[in-house]
């Protein structure tokens, strides 16, 4: 093995056909492949300099997990180990990988294309490094690929269509970063998709409806982008959704009436568009819905009854709206809410004394509307109440405690 140490850190893209003929099985090969990984990277503590060395055996190596009959690397695992430098091509070479982690690093440069040609990989998990560069469209050979994670990064260009190819696909997160051009209608043949996060990004067009036949979508992340257009009725059709969070875009028309379709949703987050018209009463019929955030749009009517008929909500947001008439006394039969948020509408009227029964409500803001009357008393049984606002109305009276 001596020789192996001498051979120098200067890569180009190798088969295996022409490495030394010193490497003459299958393990001293993947060796001297991770050692030309390992000469692209560095870290503060050279935690991988005391076992990387071809003295121990590969299979022993810190984050290196082998078949057991092969000896080939079939798992690297480096996650948050502090590593800088960049991703080196030649892992394109570990021909029998099936998971690579290098997650939560300083990773810089690019993502390598050579990574399309791993026939084997299942999970790539890049993200939570400084990545630039583009999506490369390569990642489309990986046709076994199940959990494709490049979040928070630098990563700019659009999204490829060719992930489309990717139909064992069920996690895609390519949120945080900086991309740009439309949601690539052809996403929609992803039919194993579970989880789908594009937020965060400078993304813009709108939300293609063919998104609908990815049927069992459990989470759907896009906001922070600048997408446009009506959010489509064929949303509707994703029964299986869980969390659809669609904030902070430039979103026009009414909030669907047959969003309350989706019976098993937790989380509905609509808040920062240009939505306006009513909010319907169907959603009052959502049986899971912990979450509503509806802030800073332009809804107006009123607040529909029907939300007290959401017995697991712990979260109602309508800041900033245009909502006008009362605070219906229905809104106390959600025992669980913590958090409910009225303030900045044209909402009139008294404050109902009922919402004194909301006693796990820790932020109550009411503020900026034109309520009237006195402060109910029964707001001193709010005993986790750590947020209260009540200002710029029109109250009377004393404060009740």
């Not at 990773?107 to 490094?129: D, K, M, T």
């Not at 139909?167 to 043949?189: D, E, F």
């Not at 257009?229 to 904030?247: A, C, M, R, V």
């Not at 034109?370 to 986790?384: D, E, H, Y």
């Amino acid at each position: 093995m001596a020789p192996l140490l001498l051979f120098p850190f200067v890569f180009s893209i190798f088969s295996i056909s022409t490495f030394p003929h010193y490497l003459n099985n299958i393990s001293q090969e993947q060796q001297y492949l991770l050692l030309q990984f390992k000469a692209a990277i560095w870290n503060n503590n050279d935690n991988l300099q005391p076992n990387w060395t071809p003295l121990r055996p590969l299979c022993n190596w810190t984050g290196v997990t082998c078949d057991r009959s092969s000896q080939s690397v079939v798992t690297l695992n480096l996650s948050s180990m502090n590593l800088h430098g960049i991703i080196s091509p030649i892992l394109g070479n570990l021909s029998s990988l099936r998971s690579l982690d290098l997650s939560k690093n300083a990773l810089a440069g690019n993502i390598p294309s050579q990574l399309g040609r791993l026939p084997h990989l299942q999970v790539l998990w890049l993200y939570s490094n400084q990545l630039q560069g583009t999506i490369p469209p390569s990642l489309s050979a990986c046709r076994n690929l199940y959990d494709l994670r490049l979040s928070f990064n630098q990563l700019h260009g659009s999204i490829p269509p060719e992930l489309s190819l990717l139909t064992n696909l069920k996690i895609l997160y390519l949120g945080i970063n900086n991309l740009t051009g439309s949601i690539p209608s052809s996403l929609g043949n992803l039919s194993a998709l579970v989880e789908l996060d594009l937020g965060i990004n400078n993304l813009r067009g709108t939300i293609p409806p063919t998104l609908s036949t990815c049927r069992g979508l459990h989470d759907l992340r896009l906001t922070f982008n600048q997408l446009h257009g009506s959010i489509p009725h064929e949303l509707s059709l994703l029964t299986s959704l869980e969390i659809l969070y669609l904030g902070a875009n430039n979103f026009t028309g009414t909030i669907p009436r047959s969003l309350a379709n989706l019976s098993s949703l937790v989380e509905l987050e609509l808040a920062k568009n240009d939505l306006s018209g009513i909010i319907p009463h169907e959603l009052g019929m959502l049986p899971h819905l912990q979450f509503l955030n509806l802030w800073g749009n332009k809804l107006s009517g009123t607040i529909p009854s029907s939300l007290g008929n959401l017995s697991a909500l712990t979260v109602l947001d309508l800041t900033r709206n245009h909502l006008q008439g009362t605070i219906p006394p229905t809104l106390s039969a959600c025992r669980g809410l913590k958090i409910l948020h009225l303030g900045a509408n044209n909402l009139s009227g008294t404050i109902p004394p009922e919402l004194g029964m909301l006693t796990h409500l820790e932020a109550l803001y009411l503020n900026k509307n034109k309520l009237s009357g006195t402060i109910p008393n029964s707001l001193g049984n709010l005993s986790a109440l750590k947020n209260l606002s009540l200002s710029e109305n029109n109250l009377q009276g004393s404060i009740p405690w």
